[in-house]
């Protein structure tokens, strides 16, 4: 087994801090899924707001108007992160290995480094352009990544229950 990610350890931890338990019960899993889909609703609602304009669409509503959203992708991330964490650390064994939450970490990695190059090199110039301007094309280039990683988040996300159980196809996770 991967000394690393341990399935089987993660499992017991879960269980020895009550997580699983209570992830376990007849509504802990469907309530932890709702506010997975709540905080998505608000993270791409508001990411999906602020690239779409980045990209130049929406003309007519600043940037400054439209980083007011931000706190509220932000809320619907840290949802989202959290349940997550509940969903990993209960099923370990169904999301560690799986090639689609791998895809899916991967991909919420290169938005997490995308912003921060966004707010590192092109945000000021975005913030400086008037309403009806098309903001600069790095600007544009930042937006069209990052909305990309965002949605392919979202179907990766639902190809996780297609790859269930590791077993079957990763070879270094097989038991004996």
């Known amino acids: 087994m991967d000394p690393i990610f341990d399935p ?7 269980t020895d801090v009550g997580i699983f338990g209570m992830m376990n019960t007849k509504w802990g899993w469907p309530i932890a899924e709702i ?21 130049g669409v929406a003309r007519g509503v600043t940037m400054k108007e439209l980083h007011r959203l931000v706190p509220f992708g932000i809320a619907g991330y840290l949802m989202c992160a959290t349940t997550g964490f509940l969903f990993v650390v209960t099923a370990p ?44 094309v790095r600007a544009r280039v930042i937006g ?14 639902r190809l996780v229950t297609f790859f ?8 270094w996770c097989a038991p004996g």
């Open 164 to 171: 269930r159980p590791p077993e079957y196809w990763c070879l």
């Open 8 to 14: 089987i350890a993660i499992e017991q931890w879960a």
């Open 144 to 157: 069209a990544v990052s909305l990309s990683c965002w949605l392919l988040v979202i179907v990766f996300g």
């Open 93 to 136: 064994g169904q999301y560690i290995y799986n090639p689609a939450m791998q895809m899916k970490i991967m991909l919420m990695a290169i938005a997490g480094a995308n912003m921060a190059m966004f707010y590192a090199t092109a945000s000021a110039g975005v913030n400086a352009a008037g309403a009806d301007e098309a903001p600069p």
């Open 35 to 55: 506010i997975h889909f709540y905080g998505l609703c608000l993270l791409i609602g508001a990411v999906g707001m602020f690239d779409l304009r980045m990209m």
